[in-house]
Structures are given as structure tokens and as C-alpha cells.
């Protein structure tokens, strides 16, 4: 007697989210807080680089945004970008954060630019163009958001508010998605997301 | 605000969960699992019955599957493309996926048994997941800490237990859920023998009370072996090689042969090593530990003190001592990668070379070709991406004390690499990626890397923790060769056997708090938990989302005015509310000085590029500061300051889990999001810890934190790349857990209730008293400056 239960035909990626999935989540989600505390306690020391030019300050806010990015990218789920910065920036207000609660809807704006472009993928393509694509939608909202909506910088100019959104844009290309990519890339290697649906992007196609 | 005595349920329970079940049997007919990640099936072929009642040892070399096994009977495995089974696994003649709520599951790592910040939470998870009332819980609570012997108030943080009691809590939160069937999984491998006996004892008096079915898998098998009805052998690949009671398997015969050969620790077995003789201090001394005092964090708690240490060339020592007794933090001064709380460390002339004296004082480059330190878990010291990479990567980076010249030339290294891989059988696996090698391989692996650059010293914590015998025997034999080239060698370890195969010296670290608590790794309190006098103030008895309404309403105005008055009406309520938060103005600051830099940091670059008007103050050459600009910056920053500090107020009363209880019975969030965001957030106290683990263990291998920009960023990359990987394997078994537990369905209990009461009513209406008084205050005094404008 033998029956397999092999599955007959190959199925779709599945959109719900399992148990491990939640929890793998979170838990990416509570590491970026702890590297948010490690980067809140250091990144004004590198205030004076950007003096010269203030809004350039934006070219480091690529480090908040970088959990929506991941966090999609590791758990290929409707809602993972939005679920991973939204714990992120929960935990770095829990642990005190010089934006207070308002980190609360900064992560969830952002967290809704990274989304929408996953989503405008169907969530089936997690590839270099589509994690670069996301890092540029948070990128964007953020930015939109920090200039226009919470206008954190009523001093700026509109050159200088423009500047700072291409800049915090650039950022959230490169340090969101670019370096979220390549994460997501050597965790594969190391076996780490064999419970995942991202269990191969190390042997997947880059474009 | 939430308390266990108001009971509240969400849905009907389904009637079979509300009552314990009776014991549980298991058969499997021509079954087996096939990993998504894997090419062979972990099991294949497999027949197996057992009875309703027995407890049943599952032994097996590893890789025989027998983890799988037990997973899949807790309805852990799930089927997907890649992922399947073949033939059928019955409990009670049904199929597993039918059998929620009938079994349980223990797996070996204590940290991701736990699943709520407190004790009575934790026990109640399983529980409240399976729909059983909550006065019904409350009285199973009770019932299971007293069956596991854990004496402890429901209210008492989880993080602060140690190992065995973390284990013991697991198992309570089991019997909670009055499960038909057991499954242990390595349950005490991460335990000293004390707390393998304290696990032991708890699981075998609660099974004689339920009499559920107990199946279990551990590598040391003499605890256990004496409780067993059957044991059960599985073969690699295949179904079971043999079975029959404890005394049949393992008495001397054929079986027990084989299975010493495929390293498993049979009763009584110890890797034959003729017991290397203690010849004595011969060599020249290398390291010497003068009165010294260890503390994990600087200015932090002592947790040993007195120590005096001379360790010679040639000689091996062995450290013990209790939970909590300071043993690891004494190895990670001795190794130069903490600094010692007062007292000395000092390198002898010989080892020090011309250089300075403290090993703490070396850059990672120096130290790396002196003292090596082996970390208890191997993953923390790995930083390349192969195996051969990983050897050369010591040797490649070792200096001359005291220069910059590397210690090896590249074809040392080259042979030094050839010859570790030999050594160790490593040499299939050179190209492989060190995370994914066996548990084995990987301990080998992490000797061998330290051993790459030859340190004099080698330093080692826990080295046979969950290692076979076989591991074990080579481990011994490798440090041995060590020894006799003159390396010394200290090792961490309860393993008696290992310390005699070393011929070590004994130091014994006395337990200043005993085995209760863990002050070793810290109890961890703070981050993330309201502050005990916080917790009990008037915000903190209130519920999580009326203060969080409040703030919000309060810092409308903030948003979406830049002036000075509503600001500093609103950091002035704040200070004025700070006793309903427990708070004193000092212990505020000291909480709340990052958020006023910030401000000073904002208020500064407004100052700087602000609109120039009035009188110049101060010129910097491109920018200077004018009244009218130094007024923008000091609305700015007080903006700044007003928008933060009211989130103190509710950081500091609020508990995770009051929160998250609110989120998901009062906002309605879906409980799974919200129960896996604060399951995660139990583990940050954790990874943070991790964290400084990490950059010990880095330095350990020679990646400093001392460089260059450019290195300093690889080396900082490195690290969060490492803590990643920590934190997805946790996530992985605390998810496993959690659904042994039976979360993730649509209904469930809430023991702890969350309800709005008049003083909720009151705190949102103080919010929104507060930011209309603000908007009012701003258009009186004409300052109210709209930031869209």
C-alpha cells in the first residue's frame, strides 16, 4: 500500500499567512526596532556631513524604511511590507523615539509605498527591479509624508523639500531595497528561511 | 485595563476542548515526510503503534528523522508544493490534522518555549487558544505550576527564569491544555545536569497524574531510559532499525553496539579515552587573573568575585559552577572581551609579547593569534560564507602584536586550511555555506576556526552541549593534540567525563543567588515592560488605547501648527501629569534625554537655515544665526519635544500584553497579527543580548570594531546580518511552538480581559481638553502658524 500525498499539479503561491509566517514577521519586524535603537543612538553623529546642505539628511532614511522591504521580500504575503514596518516603528516608539507616537503613521505610510508596489506585482515577482521599486515607494511616501503631510521642515524652501524627497528616495532605493535584496539573498544561503516561500530567492533570477 | 479575576470570553468553546483528554494513541502506517528543502525524504516507509498510555524513547543517529516525527504528529508540518507526506499517521485511529488540542510538544530550546512576558499568561496560552473558559483556565493554571513544582506568583516575568524553570513553565503550559499525548524534543539538551534532572523529575510526576502517551526524543539517554516502556530506533532514511524495552536495547549485545557507533549516548557509555594524565603546571605561565571581578555590562551587576587564576602552557582547566555563578562572564573577561569589573587580567610576558598587558586593550587583529574563545553557539562566530573561507579567515587577519604586519604568510595559511579541513573531516564541505552544516559539523567547525591562527590560550563555553558521542570523542582527542603542542586550554563545562579525558584542573565558581533566578544573562527587565512603579501608577491602570487616544488628540495641534505657545502648553501638561505616571522629574530625564537632544538637534538646523530676519546673533560663514531664525529653530525644537514627550507617558504604564489585549478585543485587530507581534516583541530583550553576544563573538574571530569607516560599516553590516539570522531561527521554533499550542484558529478565550472604564473616559477627554487648549491658546496669542499654509 502506498499512497502518496504528493499534491498533482503545482499550486499557487498561497496568499494567506501561516502561523510561522506571522511570527517570522514580527520577529524581523522586532530586530529592525533593536537596529533602529542602535542607529537612533548613533546617526546624529553623522549630523555634520549633511550641514552643508540639511535636506541631504535624507540620504540615511533609507535605515527606517528598510523592514517594509525585507519583511515583503522574506515572507511574500499580501500585507507583509505594511505588517513589518508598522511593528517597527511600534517597538521604536515603545522604546522611546524622538518622533513620539507620530512614528506610529510615518511606519504606516511608508509601509503603504513599499506595499503598493508588491502589490501592483501581484505579490509574484520579488525580483532586484521589483525590491529596488518598493525601496523607492517608501521611500516616496515617507518623504511626501515628512514634508508635506507632518511638515517636519516648514523651513525648507521648495527646492529644499524637493531635494529631500529625492534624496530620502534614493536612499530608500539603495538601503531599502538594495541591501534588503542582498540580505534576503544570504539568508537563503544559510537555510534560515527554509520554512518560507523565499526558502530559494538565493538560486532565483536576479531580474 | 486587564485583570485575571475579570473573566470575559470571546466565543463558544467547541465541547470535546473543554475537557482534558484521555491518553492519546499514535500509528503510523507506511508513512513518511519529504522537507520542501531537502532532496531525500526525512522518513520514509515507517509502521508504527503505540499504545494509548506508553511512553516510548526514540533514538536514532541524527538525521534519522525523528524530530520530523514528532512535528508532524503535532500538526506542525503542513503540506505545500515542495513540502509532502505518503501513507497515513493516525492518533486514535484519526489523522493528525484532526487532532488539535490532543497533543502537546516541547522543543529543546528554552527561550522559544515561552510565549507571554508573564508567568500565569504563558501557562494559560494553550489554552485560551483551544477555546477552554477562562475560569476554567484559571483553576488549570493553578493545577499546572503545582504538577511541574514551579513556585512562582502568575505575575512574575518569564524572562526572569532560569533554563530548567523556563522548561518546567513549558511543560505546565502543556498540561494546561490537558493533552492525550506528550512530545518531548530534546527537552533538557540545553540544561546543566541539574536542570536535565529537575525537567526529568516534573515530566515524569505530571505524566503519572494524566497518564497521557509520552514519546520522546534525547540524545542522553541514562535519565531517561530507567522511566521508558519501549524504545524505538529509527534508521536514516527508512523506518525503525529496532525496538524493545530500555534494558533489551541497551544490556550489552549487537544493538547497543551499533547504535555507540552512530553516536548515540546509550546508558553508561562514555567515549573510551584513556584519561590524560594531570601532569602539573609544567609550561611557561601565560595568563594570570589577579583578584579579579566579572560583570556582564560595565558598572553593571557583579557576578563573580575573588577570582584568582594562573594558567600555564600545556594546561587544561575546567570551570563549574552553577546557574548564575558567573562562569560564562569570568571566560569572556579572561578572553579579553569584557572588561573586568575591578581586579586584573593580565598577559604574562611570554603571551603579551612587548605589547600591552590586558587582553581587553588588543585590537580583534591582535587578539585572535593569542586567545581564542569558542562561543557556546556556533552560529555566533561564523562570518564568511564557506566553510574554507571560515578557517581562513583567523589566520588571514591575525597581526604582530603590537603592528600591523600579518602573522601568517598566504601559503601558511593555505596549508593551515588544508590541513584544519583534514583534521576535522571537514574537507567535503569546504565549499560549503557553515550555516547549514549539521549540529556536528558546525561545533567542529568553530573549534577549528579559532584553532586556524594558533592562539597559546583557547577558551571554551559549554563545548559538548547537544553534541553526540561521536562529536564528543573527537572534540576531546582534537583539544588533546592542543594540549600536548603546548596550547592551554579552559573550558566551561558541567561535562566531568570531558574535564577527565582533558586532564583539567577544577575551578569551582560558588552561586551567590542559587539556582533560582538567572543573573547571569539578567532578568532582562525594562525594555518593553511598564516600569514597576509606572505599572501601578493611575495611567497605569488604565487602558492602553484611552491613553494612546489621548495622546493623539493631544498632539493634533502639534502637527499641524509650528508655534511656540501650543508647544509649550503641551510639554507643560505633560511635566504637570507626570505623577499619574509614577515619574519623578529626574527619572524622567533619565529616560526621556535622547528626545531632548533630538529637539536641541532640530531646533539647531532651523536656527542654522532658517529665514534670516532681524539682528545677526552669530555668523558661521554660509549660515548664520538671526533673532528670526533662532525663533523658527526654538519653535521648532519645542514642536519637537511636545510631539515626543507625551509618548513617555504611555511608555512607561503601559504593559505590551495590556496593549495587545486591547488591540485585539477592543480595536478588533486580528488576534493572530497581534499575538505574533507581541510574541515577537517577548524575544527583544533577547536580541539585544544577542547583539553584544555577537560583537564578542566577532571580535573573538578578529572582526574589530576599530578601523576605518569603510571596515567599521562591513563590520556593523556583518553584525546585523548575524543577528537576523538568530532571529529568523527563533522565530521559526517560537512559531512552532505557538502552533503546538494551538494559535493561529479563528476563536479563542482571553484570560485577561480588556475593558474601558470611567477613568478611560476620563484620560481621552483630558487629551482632548488639552489639544483645544492649546489651538485656543495659539489663535489668542496670535502665534498659531498652520504648517500647510
Redesign the interface.
Known sequence: ???????AG??TA?TS????D??????????S???F??W??TH?LL?FLF??F?PSTALVSGMWLFPAVLGAL?IRKPGAAL?CEL?AA??S??????????VLTSGLIQGLGAEAVFAAFRYRKFNLPVALLAGAGAGLFGSVNDT?I??WY???TTGMLFAYIAFMTISGIVIAGL?SFL?TR??A???????LAS?KAATEPIL | MSSPSMLHREADAPGQARRLSAPVSVSA??WGWR???RAQPALWGLDLDIRAGERVLLAGPSGAGKSTLLYALAGVL????EA?????LLLDGTPVAQGRGLVGLMQQDPETQVVQARVGDDVAFGAENLSVPPEEIARRIVDALDAVGLDVPLEHPTAALSGGQKQRLALAGILAMGPGLVLLDEPTANLDPAGVLEVRDAVIRALDATGATLLIVEHRLEAWAPHMDRVIVLEPGGGIAHEGTPDELFGPGAVRGELISAGVWVPGYTPAIEARPNTGSSGALLLEAGSLAVARKRGGPVAAGGLEMRVAAGEAWSVRGANGSGKSTFALTLGGLLPQASGTVLATAELAAGSEARPYHWRATELVGRIGSVFQEPEHQFVT?TVAEELAFGPAHAVKPGTREPLFTQPEIESRVESLLARLRLGHLAEA?P??LSGGEKRRLSVATVLASSPQVLILDEPTFGQDANTWRELALLLREELAHGTAIIAVTHDADFARALGANEFVLDAPGGRDGNPETGARPG??QADARGGASFLGRANPLAK?AA??LA?IPL?AS?DWVSSSLVVLATILALPLAGLSIPRFLA??W??L???L?GAW??A????DSGAVLLDLG??DITEG?LA?GAA?GMR?FA??????L??FT?D?TDLANALAQKARLPH??VL??L???R??GL??EE?TTLGMARRARGVGSRGSVGQRMRAN?GQ??G???Q??????R???T??AKG??TNARTWLRTSAYGRRDAAIVAAGLLLGAAATWAALALGTW?L??T
Open positions: 500500500m502506498s499512497t502518496t500525498n504528493q499534491p503545482p499550486k498561497t499567512w501561516r502561523v510561522v506571522i511570527v517570522i514577521a514580527a520577529v524581523i519586524a522586532v530586530s526596532g533593536v537596529i535603537w542602535a537612533n543612538s546624529h549630523d550641514l552643508a540639511p522574506v505588517f511593528v511600534m517597538v516608539a515603545l522604546m522611546g523615539s524622538e518622533f513620539g507616537l507620530t508635506f507632518f511638515r516648514p523651513e525648507y541591501l540580505a544570504a539568508l544561503k544559510t537555510g534560515a528561511l527554509g520554512a526558502r | 502506517r507506511n522537507h520542501a528543502d503542513h503540506e505545500d508544493d509532502y507526506s505518503s501513507g497515513e560564507n555555506n550555516f547549514t525594555l518593553l494612546l495622546v493623539a498632539t502637527v509650528m529616560r526621556g535622547p528626545l537632544l533630538a529637539a538637534f538646523g532651523t542654522l537655515v532658517g529665514n554660509i549660515f531664525s523658527a521648532t519637537a510631539v515626543a514627550i507625551p509618548a513617555v504611555v511608555l503601559t505590551p493572530r497579527f505574533g507581534a510574541a515577537g516583541m524575544l527583544l536580541l539585544i547583539w553590516l546585523v546580518f543577528l537576523l539570522v532571529a529568523i531561527r527563533r522565530a521559526s517560537l512559531a512552532v505557538m502552533e494559535f493561529g502658524n504648517v500647510w
